[in-house]
Structure formats: structure tokens, C-alpha cells
Nanobody, 120 residues
Framework: QVRLVESGGGLAQPGGSLTLSCVVY????????MGWYRQAPGKERELVAR???????NYADSVKGRFTISRDSEMSILYLQMNNLKPEDTAVYYC??????????????WGQGTQVTVSS
């Protein structure tokens, strides 16, 4: 059974920091990319940061210089270090993994989401 379990969300003050974690419980043949997305109330889900199998990283312009995505060497844990948080970062954050399963079929999985609220 595939599970992506996120943790680390919560309430932070503007200028504060939070670190999100996503543990991947899955048996992939290979992982193509791992990423964080977020969805604020009334808005579309958007990419926050993504890291591919080769280590290439891209960030949304709105978080560049403030957020850092990383993963462990086995690609079983994904992190998002969020610094200098702003109220507009308030959203539900989702972990995402795209890869090939043992049958070499491309699959995509999402976590259940973790709420991040930035408010004074």
C-alpha cells in the first residue's frame, strides 16, 4: 500500500520558520520527481518546489530564497524548510511523488496534506 505521510505543519508568526516532512511508504521501481504543492482557500493547487531524480530543483518565484526542498539519499523522505514565512504562505501543503512502479508504469501519489497557517 502506498502512503505519503506529511508532518510539520502548524501555526507560525510572520517571519517565522517551519519544516515539513513527507515519509514515502511505497515500493517504486524508480522515482522521477518529488515535490511540494500548496492550495490556499479559493485558489488552485500550485507548485511550491520540486526536485527530480538527478537533483535538479525548481521553486515557485514566490518562495525563492525563503524555502528549501531536500530529500534523503534513498528518496524516502522529502523535506521543505520554510523560512521568513508570510501570511500569503498560508495553505494546505501536499507532498507529491511521481515515479515508476514495479510494473514500470508511471504513477503519481499525493499525501493527505498538512495545514500551514502564518498569522500574528
Amino acid at each position: 500500500q502506498v502512503r505519503l505521510v506529511e508532518s510539520g505543519g502548524g501555526l507560525a508568526q510572520p517571519g517565522g520558520s517551519l519544516t515539513l516532512s513527507c515519509v514515502v511508504y511505497a515500493n517504486f521501481f524508480s522515482i522521477n520527481a518529488m515535490g511540494w504543492y500548496r492550495q490556499a482557500p479559493g485558489k488552485e493547487r500550485e507548485l511550491v518546489a520540486r526536485i527530480n531524480s538527478g537533483g535538479g530543483i525548481n521553486y515557485a518565484d514566490s518562495v525563492k530564497g525563503r524555502f528549501t526542498i531536500s530529500r534523503d539519499s534513498e528518496m524516502s523522505i522529502l523535506y521543505l524548510q520554510m523560512n521568513n514565512l508570510k501570511p500569503e504562505d498560508t495553505a494546505v501543503y501536499y507532498c507529491n511523488v511521481v515515479g515508476e512502479n514495479v510494473y514500470r508504469k508511471v504513477v503519481e501519489y499525493w499525501g493527505q496534506g498538512t495545514q500551514v497557517t502564518v498569522s500574528s
